[in-house]
Nanobody
Framework: QVQLVESGGGLVQAGGSLRLSCAASGSFFSVNSMGWYRQAPGKQRELVAVITNDGTTNYADSVKGRVTISRDNAKNTVYLQMNSLKPEDTSVYYC??????????????WGQGTQVTVSS
C-alpha cells in the first residue's frame, strides 16, 4: 500500500517561513511528478507547485518568488520551502504524487493534508 506522509505545517507570523516535507512509502515501481496543492475553507483546491522526476518545476503565480519546491529521488520525498508567508497562504496543504505501481499502471496519490496558518 502506498502512502504519502506529510510534515512541517504549523502557525507562523506573516513574513515568516515554513518547510513542508512529504515522503512516499510502500511498494511501487517509481515516482513520477510530485507536488503540493492547497485548499482554504470554502475554496477549491489549487496547485501550489509541482516538480517532475527530472527536476522541472511549475509554480502558481501567487507563490512565485516566495516558494521553492525540491525533491530527493533517493528518498522519494518532496519539499516545499515557503518564505515571506502571507495570511492568504493560510490553507490545508496537500502533497501529491503520481506513482508508477508497475510497468503498466500508475495512479495519483494524496497526503492527508497539513495545516498552514499565517497570522497577520
Amino acid at each position: 500500500q502506498v502512502q504519502l506522509v506529510e510534515s512541517g505545517g504549523g502557525l507562523v507570523q506573516a513574513g515568516g517561513s515554513l518547510r513542508l516535507s512529504c515522503a512516499a512509502s510502500g511498494s511501487f515501481f517509481s515516482v513520477n511528478s510530485m507536488g503540493w496543492y492547497r485548499q482554504a475553507p470554502g475554496k477549491q483546491r489549487e496547485l501550489v507547485a509541482v516538480i517532475t522526476n527530472d527536476g522541472t518545476t511549475n509554480y502558481a503565480d501567487s507563490v512565485k518568488g516566495r516558494v521553492t519546491i525540491s525533491r530527493d529521488n533517493a528518498k522519494n520525498t518532496v519539499y516545499l520551502q515557503m518564505n515571506s508567508l502571507k495570511p492568504e497562504d493560510t490553507s490545508v496543504y496537500y502533497c501529491y504524487a503520481n506513482i508508477r505501481l508497475n510497468t503498466l499502471y500508475r495512479r495519483d496519490y494524496w497526503g492527508q493534508g497539513t495545516q498552514v496558518t499565517v497570522s497577520s
